[in-house]
């Protein structure tokens, strides 16, 4: 049998590999090799070596050369904080498995986000663990909440004062211990409803502090758009780097996880976005795909490509966040980002 010939001068690949084959050695092999990596760190002559097994490894190799040549992505700052970021950002909820994360980011996406409170801090201290030995390449993303109830003064007086940056303080602290580093780049608060507590003047005392001392690089916060009101007050503000907020081209989504329904006012969203960048704020947007799949006339067939094309066009938009749970969802959603 001919074996297809391959040549690898640095991070270029010249290639002969039949389409067949690379597609079968794709679905025997990329799973495996990937659940290896993330039980063991697996290095660059280890990987090769396995990419040089067969028909298959060979197709496997040419596959995965994206991790040396990711560069190709171009990537967007978010707001004025100068943090460049894929246009994608690998939403990791919906994950527990290291591997899937790993296979994300060779894929060109450097821009995850995370929480405190995915899987009791699990999740963010999984993205601490995939993240190890390559920190300084990746953009994290984290969010932690500020509720009322562990507020007993509800933010008045000094107590209430003390109470914020007590609270703040012990989050930011579990983060940082769960995400395995010494530095976040965004650190948002989580699901804003309370425009008192977020605007209150010790929350933002704490946010600017940690920010000058280098241990978060921008901060902001995430919230839904029946609380337009906060970004609205930001924008007047000019204080948070940073909003979270759901934005797709149906104007409505139905969680996967609860089922309930939101929808917002599309017109006014884009007009507070819109507002949002030219202030130089970053925006964020989640629930991307949770608006179902797009087409932007009729002679093309709907997808959910089409509807992060969509979200992307907006120039206030800095990157689309997508809850990924398989490494077919990953593939959908970097498989055009270099054309």
């Given amino acids: 049998m001919l074996v297809p010939i391959i040549l690898i001068s640095g991070s270029k690949l010249i290639k002969i590999i039949p389409k067949i084959f690379v597609n079968f050695a794709l679905i025997l092999n990329r799973n495996r090799i990937y659940h290896n990596m993330g039980k063991k760190q697996m290095s660059r002559k280890d990987f090769f070596a396995k990419a040089f097994t067969g028909i298959a490894g060979i197709s496997l190799l040419s596959e995965h050369l994206s991790v040396f040549s990711s560069s190709d992505v171009q990537l967007r700052s978010i707001g004025k904080t100068g943090i460049m970021v894929s246009p994608i950002c690998f939403g990791a909820p919906r ?12 894929k060109g996406l450097n821009f995850i986000d995370t929480g405190q409170s995915y899987g009791n801090g699990n999740n963010e201290r999984l993205v ?9 390449k990746v953009v994290i993303q984290t969010k932690i909440r500020m509720d009322e109830n562990e507020l007993p003064s509800k933010g008045k007086g000094k107590k209430g004062a003390e109470e914020i940056r007590k609270v703040l303080s012990a989050k930011l602290e579990t983060s940082l211990k ?43 916060f995430s919230t839904h758009n029946d609380k337009m009101n906060l970004p609205e007050r930001n924008n007047s503000e000019a204080f948070y780097d940073v909003i979270m907020v ?94």
């Fill in 95 to 106: 994950t527990n498995e290291e591997s899937l994360l790993k296979y994300a980011l060779d």
């Fill in 178 to 220: 769960s995400l395995n580093t010494d530095y976040i780049d965004v650190l948002l608060i989580h699901d804003a409803n309370n425009e008192n507590l977020l605007f209150h003047s010790e929350t933002m005392n704490f946010f600017a502090e940690m920010k000058k001392s280098g241990i978060i690089k921008a901060h902001g």
């Fill in 128 to 136: 601490g663990s995939a993240t190890t030995g390559m920190r300084k």
């Fill in 246 to 339: 759901p934005f797709n081209f149906k104007g409505s989504f139905v969680h996967s996880l609860t089922g309930n329904y939101s929808e917002w006012n599309q017109e006014k969203l884009i007009s507070i976005l819109t507002a949002a960048g030219n202030k130089g704020i970053g925006v964020i947007a989640m629930k991307t795909c949770s608006g179902g799949k797009y087409s932007p006339s009729p002679d093309i067939e709907p997808s959910y490509k089409e509807s992060v094309l969509w979200v992307l066009k907006h120039k206030f938009i800095s990157s689309a966040a997508i809850a990924m749970a398989n490494f077919e969802q990953v593939d959908e959603h970097t498989g055009w980002l270099k054309a």
